[in-house]
């Protein structure tokens, strides 16, 4: 068990990282209706991770096994066609990171956040957890660990509940501080969302590199253990 969870804790890291819900969230705290909107994206934001990584891991779960000490190699090609798509993400991650001189701009639909009510922002934090490709692509990776350890029911339910926890805890963080320090983070609040903003796509291309290459190291060794 110790193994799986210490196995997940990178993917779980990398979507609690992702500068994308992190700016979404800030937006929300920054808004005239911080409180209401903020929980209503920690809400959505934790359903779609738990339900994105409960499925995947069922899915993977159905995946054949060779035996604890042989070759996996359905898993492993899986795993090494995980990664490759998380260098590439990575390359393209760096080359549309601004340039000397450039000004970043959020996304149209970033810029309407700040209006936004409980409702709007729990399909909101859904849509980024479930329907992100990058959110996605973390999750998927994650899920094949849980889905071929073939743990028993308690098992994967601590593994999924370690995993959402993580994977959701920089959404948590700052929409509990809201919750308790009040106007006293808008301050910060703005810095980070500035800087997340403008070293979003650096933030990220290291990331999917490190986890890409994890992962690939990860499915070599399935396939020739």
Known sequence: M??????LLPYAVGVAISPVPLIAVILTLLGPRARTSSLGFLVGWVIGIL????????LSGLLPEAG???????????QVA???LLVWISARQWQQRPHRGDVPELPGWMQKIDSYGF??????????????PKNLTLTAS???VVG??????TAAAVAVGVFTALGASSVIIPVLGMQIAGDR??????????????????????????????????????IWP
Do not use: C, K, Q, Y
């Not at 409702?119 to 992100?132: E, I, K, M, T, Y």
């Not at 609040?189 to 999917?208: D, G, P, Q, Y």
């Open 119 to 132: 409702g709007r922002s729990l399909r909101l934090g859904l849509a980024l957890a479930v329907a992100n």
């Open 68 to 78: 604890d000490t042989g070759p996996r190699p359905v898993i492993g090609v899986i």
């Open 82 to 84: 995980l990664g490759l």
């Open 185 to 222: 983070l808008a301050g910060p609040l703005a810095s980070l969302r500035a800087w997340l903003t403008r070293e979003n796509h650096v933030i990220m291309a290291v990331l999917f590199l490190i986890l890409g290459v994890n992962a690939i190291g990860s499915g070599i060794g399935s």
């Open 51 to 58: 339900i994105g990584f409960t499925v995947l891991s069922l």
């Open 142 to 144: 994650a899920s094949v």
């Open 148 to 153: 071929s350890a073939e743990l028993g029911g």
């Open 2 to 7: 110790g193994e799986v969870i210490g196995a």
